[in-house]
């Protein structure tokens, strides 16, 4: 389980990473909730963390209806909405903004 987590997190980390660039250079809606999508993802990877390190008990990590399962199940469907459609949506905008000036 913990092999699994570094497999997941470490490119979680280095989206959120490219994302806060992303962000940094261009403050766009798009980009921002690019950037939450994937704070959502790493949030996911740290709720699974908890879990398999039985951190914070009182959340029930592993345990259907639980705090814990309701955390991890929407940071993963709110990561995996905004992430791609905030960089998909950013791409359309940076497009259609080439298309008008002229493709400078």
């Not at 987590?5 to 690019?34: D, E, H, M, N, Y």
């Not at 959502?40 to 399962?69: K, N, Q, R, Y």
Request: with cysteine; hydrophobic share 55%.
């Amino acid at each position: 389980m913990k092999i699994s987590l570094l497999t997941i997190g470490i490119p979680v980390c280095v989206i959120l990473l490219v994302s806060i660039v992303a962000f940094a250079r261009g403050k766009t809606v798009w980009r921002f909730l690019q950037l939450i999508g994937a704070v959502c993802l790493l949030m996911m990877v740290l709720t699974h963390i908890a879990e398999a390190f039985h951190l914070i008990p009182w959340m029930h990590w592993g345990e259907s209806d639980s705090p814990g399962h309701y955390l991890d199940l929407s940071s993963a469907i709110v990561g995996l909405i905004f992430l791609p459609l905030g960089y998909w949506l950013h791409l359309l905008s940076h497009r259609s903004r080439g298309a008008h000036s002229g493709g400078n």
